[in-house]
């Protein structure tokens, strides 16, 4: 359906709001539980909420644990041949086209902060300067779905030493032109394959695949790959993300 053919929004009460997020995040967490996890709630009240969800977060961030121990930096993800790639690549975001943000291409600058040397915003001109690489691989979406296109941009390896970045820190976060954000641990950001993608299909990013600048991370799942990157920066604290901070493992590696 359309954006201009969706019916009339259920207007919520705050507190219906909060509580329906609350069920929603809950029942993803528990989606993701092996039995033996589900068996550390047997002593718990399922309707509980304070107790389970504490029991849910801990088990979704030793979840984030083990996959960093099976991680390797040096393992590539399956590549494909141009006949392979689906047509189209479907778009993806958490609002429709009619919303995809509008971004001023003749004084767009990406901002560097955080654990790094050099603070200097960066031109797409800049960026372009560097070291470009260029892959086609899969996109593992959550909803189930997946999708193989062409990526070309910077290995943000290459961009993160040219920063000066502290790669013995934690986390790489990004944030976007629309709203969005999420992070990466640091060796799936040094990964080889981990791009800061300026085009798809050998052209510059369209708007609707995350112009002017996107993250592509073929180890990782689908929202593991912010587009309209405005910031990028280093830091030892967890920065988060849109959906991992309602519930999604954050690691996500596939």
Avoid at 25 to 45: H, Q
Avoid at 220 to 228: A, E, I, M, R, S
Wanted: charged share 20%; aromatic share 12%.
């Amino acid at each position: 359906m359309s954006a201009s053919k969706k019916g009339p929004r259920i207007q919520l009460e705050p507190a219906q709001r909060l509580q329906l997020e609350n069920i929603q995040r809950r029942n993803f967490l528990r989606g993701g539980l092996t039995v033996g996890a589900m068996a550390m709630l047997s002593g718990c009240n399922l309707q509980d909420g304070d107790q389970v969800d504490r029991v849910l977060w801990a088990m979704s961030r030793w979840n984030d644990r083990v996959q960093a121990w099976l991680f390797s930096g040096q393992r590539l993800a399956p590549t494909f041949s141009k006949a392979q790639m689906t047509q189209p690549f479907p778009f993806n975001a958490y609002y429709g086209q009619d919303d995809i943000p509008e971004v001023d291409l003749s004084d767009y600058a990406l901002s560097v902060s955080g654990r790094v040397r050099d603070k200097s915003p960066w031109t797409l001109d800049g960026l372009r300067k560097l070291p470009q690489r260029t892959d086609i691989t899969r996109l593992v979406c959550v909803e189930g779905w997946s999708a193989i296109g062409q990526w070309g941009g910077v290995p943000l390896r290459i961009f993160l030493e040219h920063i000066g970045a502290d790669t013995t820190a934690k986390y790489v976060g990004f944030k976007c032109a629309d709203r969005y954000y999420s992070s990466l641990d640091m060796a799936t950001a040094l990964h080889p394959q981990t791009l800061l993608a300026l085009d798809y299909g050998e052209v510059a990013l369209p708007p609707k695949y995350g112009y002017p600048l996107r993250l592509r991370v073929p180890t990782k799942l689908g929202f593991k790959n912010p587009k309209h990157i405005v910031e990028i920066y280093v830091s030892n604290d967890n920065p988060g993300g849109y959906w991992e901070d309602q519930g999604y493992n954050w690691f996500s590696g596939i």
